[in-house]
């Protein structure tokens, strides 16, 4: 073979290399999909009813800001937690499920799950549940990968939870403030809609200030609010497509 022929040969293997590397890329933050295990990222319902849902903490500020706010427009939310954070304040979890909301699994330790080893992630999923429940939780039937990314390994690792993705993601920039937020959030949102909000940190506080906004906005378009457990039931009902 020629010294053309190989350059050109190789060529072609590194862009077959790389269009792999980005296909497998793409596959892990598929927003909708994952790699064998069940994933809802939207849900068809007849009603105008969609999830809201927030991650990370729990958080003293986040929790504060957002009990109230939820328990004044008569909303529920599903809140993805980590494990971690879940162990170090078991309160906040019981106040969350006291107030009639949802806890999911976020991880313990909120790394990415984009290896092809299941075992490393199934302690993480053990791990947080048992923190949940220790805490007085049920045990969570719904898992949220941190960043979205997901790959074999985990769909392994999650053994009968469902994946909840969503289908509105936050900005990430904020440069409008809290009304600017908010109104993206209300521009995207449809019928079965699954929404990500992060309030729990303390950098967060555009997204606490939005949220009453958010929630007035959703009732004035006719919207209730439910976890997403709720939602995903709402789509199972007879007539739902």
Not at 13 to 21: F, H, N, R, Y
């Amino acid at each position: 073979m020629t010294a053309r022929r190989w350059a050109m040969s190789g060529a072609a293997g590194l862009l077959v290399l790389l269009a792999g590397a980005w296909g497998a890329r793409a596959a892990m933050k598929a927003r909708c999909w994952a790699f064998g295990a069940p994933v809802v990222c939207h849900v068809a319902v007849r009603d105008r009813v969609v999830a809201l849902s927030f991650d990370d903490g729990p958080t003293r500020i986040g929790t504060d800001a957002v009990l109230p706010v939820l328990a004044a427009h008569g909303a529920h939310a599903t809140f993805f937690l980590i494990g971690a954070e879940v162990a170090r304040d078991p309160a906040d979890v019981r106040r969350i499920v006291a107030a009639g909301h949802e806890v999911g699994n976020h991880s313990f330790a909120h790394g990415r799950m984009i290896s092809p080893f299941a075992a490393r992630y199934r302690d993480e999923i053990a791990r947080t549940d048992a923190a949940v429940m220790a805490a007085g939780a049920p045990r969570p039937t719904l898992f949220r990968p941190p960043y979205g990314a997901k790959f074999t390994g985990l769909a392994r690792a999650v053994a009968g939870k469902t994946i909840a993705m969503w289908d509105f993601e936050e900005p990430v920039a904020r440069p409008g403030g809290a009304r600017a937020y908010a109104d993206a959030v209300l521009r995207s949102v449809r019928p079965g809609s699954i929404i990500l909000i992060h309030p729990m940190y303390a950098s967060r506080s555009v997204e606490r200030a939005a949220l009453p906004m958010i929630l007035d906005g959703l009732r004035a378009r006719g919207y209730r609010v439910v976890t997403v457990s709720e939602l995903i039931a709402a789509g199972s009902a007879p007539g739902v497509t």
